[in-house]
Structures are given as C-alpha cells and as structure tokens.
C-alpha cells in the first residue's frame, strides 16, 4: 500500500534483461538497470541512467555503437564503445572501434582495434582574473 522510493530505486537498478544466445536484434536497444546479452545486436545500445550496466558474454557478437556508464565486454564488438565510468575488457573482448573510457581494465587476452581514448574529468576553470584554484 505504501511504496518506499528507495526500495523503488534499488529494486529498478537490479533489474537484469537478457538478450539470450540465438537472439538477433536488428535496431536501437536502449535500456536501464542491467542488460545481460549473448546473442547478435545491430543498431545501437544506449543505457538511460548512472547506474546501468551493460554486460557482452563470450557468445555476443555486436555490431553498434555503444553508450553506458558501465560495460564489461567479453564478446566481438564492432562500432565504437562509450563507457562514462568504467569499461572492463575481458580476455575474450574484441573491439573493432574506438573506445572511450573514464576507467579502464583491460585483461590479458583482450583486444582493440582502433583509439583507446581516455576521458577523464573536466579541466577546471578559474573563478575570474586573479582567482586562485582554491577559490574555484
């Protein structure tokens, strides 16, 4: 009868959907909590939300781009991989693409094809002429 938003939220980001090995998708799949897929996605793949997670088994073989704040690939991917926070490379991981990254874990084994590009926090500007980096 009453909800609790936090009980909400928590039960929202634990939600896993699976794309299941001999699934194929040929369009945008855009998702929140986690996304599990094994099987082949053409299109795109784009998380809604800081705490989405994307996860690419052995079996997944995905041409997209693709755009989460957490992904963990051990699959072929060819298109480029936006990781907002962090992306773990597995030893199976083969990406054809650019890769942009905040954090990033790259196993023994894993390979890229393409820039690895770190993207870290913006630099800081100064409060104003003459202001010193401890007031900004």
């Known amino acids: 009868m009453f ?4 009980e909400s939220r928590n039960n929202q980001a634990e939600t896993t959907s699976l794309i299941a090995a001999g699934t194929e998708i040929r369009g945008d799949v855009q998702f929140s909590g986690r996304l599990h897929i094994d099987g082949k996605v053409e299109g795109s793949i ?4 800081a705490d989405a ?3 690419l088994s052995n079996q997944a073989q995905i041409h997209a781009e693709i755009t989460a704040p957490h992904i963990v690939i ?3 991917v060819t298109g ?3 990781a907002g926070e962090r992306l773990e490379l597995a030893s199976n991981a ?3 693409g650019n890769v942009y990254y905040k954090v990033l874990e790259m196993s023994a084994g894993a390979q890229i094809n393409g820039k ?3 993207r870290g926090e913006p630099p800081r500007q100064l409060a104003g002429p003459g202001a ?3 007031a900004a």
Not at 46 to 49: C, H, L, N, T
């Open 94 to 96: 083969r990406v054809e």
């Open 116 to 118: 690895i590009v770190h």
């Open 80 to 82: 480029d991989v936006t």
């Open 53 to 55: 997670v994307l996860t």
């Open 46 to 49: 784009r998380a809604d939300g």
């Open 74 to 76: 051990n699959g072929a």
């Open 132 to 134: 010193t980096p401890e």
């Open 3 to 6: 909800s609790n938003k936090k």
